[in-house]
T-cell receptor, first 114, second 115 residues
Framework: ETGVTQTPRHLVMGMTNKKSLKCEQHLGHNAMYWYKQSAKKPLELMFVYNFKEQTENNSVPSRFSPECPNSSHLFLHLHTLQPEDSALYLC?????????????FGPGTRLTVT | KNQVEQSPQSLIILEGKNCTLQ??????????LRWYKQDTGRGPVSLTI?????NTKSNGRYTATLDADTKQSSLHITASQLSDSASYIC??????????????FGSGTRLSIRP
């Protein structure tokens, strides 16, 4: 285990549902990230939080809403998703300015939008 | 444009054989290069990390090389095992840490080991 946990591991939701993904890191890191991984595509960075402050939003549609209540927890709130949003959503954490900012990834949430 | 390209896209080899995966990048300024292993349905796990001054690094049966002049890296797997079946992702970082937007991911090589 990498010290980064994600729940749920699998999620099936309709386009009108509202759900949330949760990520927790136990590594004492100060930065957390959400990535989207679609089949045969590179990981796409969605959001970055440094010291609980959002520092990046890579043109992500507003139907994805992140929340970082503290440096150990990160949420991704989902509403009115589209089928093309089906993907593996990965959370990662790192310690800025240490270990060359190496990111440690969680196991991911496999999301299917029907 | 900052890009990381990996080849081949997929590879099938027999158990016990060796293989080499390639990574070419056009990222500048270069900071470091990592190889990650990602098992199906799991998050990526770091195998090696190399900076500009390093040209080879090993982690068990995995050996990564880096040629900063030609901007190429390779990952060599020796005596493959069934558990090596995974996607291998090359990741290049720009600058000196900080923003994750300075990290560029390759699309990965899907490696399958057959018994």
């Amino acid at each position: 285990e990498t010290g980064v946990t994600q729940t749920p591991r699998h999620l099936v939701m309709g386009m009108t549902n509202k759900k949330s993904l949760k990520c927790e890191q136990h590594l004492g890191h100060n930065a957390m990230y959400w990535y989207k991984q679609s089949a045969k595509k590179p990981l796409e960075l969605m959001f970055v939080y440094n010291f609980k402050e959002q520092t990046e939003n890579n043109s992500v549609p507003s139907r994805f809403s992140p929340e970082c209540p503290n440096s150990s927890h990160l949420f991704l709130h989902l509403h009115t998703l589209q089928p093309e949003d089906s993907a593996l959503y990965l959370c990662a954490s790192s310690h800025l300015l240490r270990e060359m900012d190496e990111q440690y990834f969680g196991p991911g949430t496999r999301l299917t939008v029907t | 444009k900052n890009q990381v390209e990996q080849s081949p896209q997929s590879l099938i080899i027999l158990e016990g054989k060796n293989c080499t995966l390639q990574c070419n990048y056009t990222v500048s300024p270069f900071s470091n290069l990592r190889w990650y292993k990602q098992d199906t349905g799991r998050g990526p796990v770091s195998l090696t990390i190399m900076t500009f001054s390093e040209n080879t690094k090993s982690n068990g049966r995995y050996t990564a090389t880096l040629d900063a002049d030609t901007k190429q890296s390779s990952l060599h797997i020796t005596a493959s095992q069934l558990s090596d079946s995974a996607s291998y992702i090359c990741v290049v970082s720009r600058g000196v840490g900080g923003s994750a937007s300075k990290i560029i991911f390759g699309s990965g090589t899907r490696l399958s080991i057959r018994p």
